[in-house]
């Protein structure tokens, strides 16, 4: 059964900085990886979609890799903002028709 | 852009009422998701639908039941609502002909007193 791992729970940085959220699956025979972000009380946001066939896909300051042999992905926010502050989650899918294993998430606080 | 509408974002019941989630989404996905949120516990996945009067199990369906009459909407029921009912619930849609990608609704704040 494919169990997806968000390390760590909860990371406070500086605004400006450059960090890295990190995802760990145990089932490399994924169809796709999708990264989220949810601001307290609301639904969740789609941020990137990488396809197994994918390395990376970039949106603004986000970048998201996929190394499926080793079974990471990893969301690299550039330039921090204190409006990036929110949690971020990372969820897999096994096939076409499956649906997404999550993630417990990452909550990400930018001081300003 | 696609659209998951949840028509209740805040909801308050008493322990034994029975309770209905609609959610409506507007790119004509056949894939539609029921999902709760608990602190500590992540997403859960209630529910999901293939097709229209499809239904399948999630991980958690005890004390659920869905309904799939249009393609357009998903409800959730709660039958005889309970306190540990009390969560957030998310709806989402699959875009799965083209990019795959889920997209959810805003959410539904369920409490059960």
């Known amino acids: 059964k494919q169990e997806v791992t968000q390390i760590p729970a909860a990371l406070s940085v500086p605004e400006g900085e450059n960090l890295v959220l990190n995802c760990s699956f145990t089932d490399s025979a994924i169809y796709n990886l999708q990264w989220f972000r949810q601001d307290p009380g609301k639904g969740l946001t789609s941020l990137l979609l990488i396809q197994s066939s994918q390395r990376e896909q970039t949106s603004g300051r986000l970048n998201a890799s996929l190394d499926k042999s080793s079974g990471r992905s990893t969301l690299y926010i550039a330039a921090s903002q204190p409006g990036d502050s929110a949690t971020y989650l990372c969820?897999?899918?096994?096939?076409?028709?499956?649906?997404?294993?999550f993630g417990k998430g990452t909550r990400l606080s930018v001081i300003a | 852009d696609v659209k998951v509408t949840q028509s209740s974002r805040y909801l308050v019941k008493r322990t034994g009422e029975k309770v209905f989630l609609e959610c409506v989404q507007d790119m004509d996905h056949e894939n539609m998701f029921w999902y709760r949120q608990d602190p500590g516990l992540g997403l859960r996945l209630i529910y999901f639908s293939y097709d229209v009067k499809m239904k399948e199990k999630g991980d958690i369906p005890e004390g659920y039941s869905v309904s799939r009459e249009k393609k357009e909407r998903f409800s959730l029921i709660l039958e005889s609502a309970s306190t540990n009912q009390t969560s957030m619930y998310l709806c989402a849609s699959l875009d799965r002909t083209n990019t795959g990608e889920l997209f959810f609704g805003e959410g539904s704040r369920l409490t059960v007193l």
């Open positions: 969820a897999v899918r096994n096939s076409g028709n499956t649906p997404l294993v």
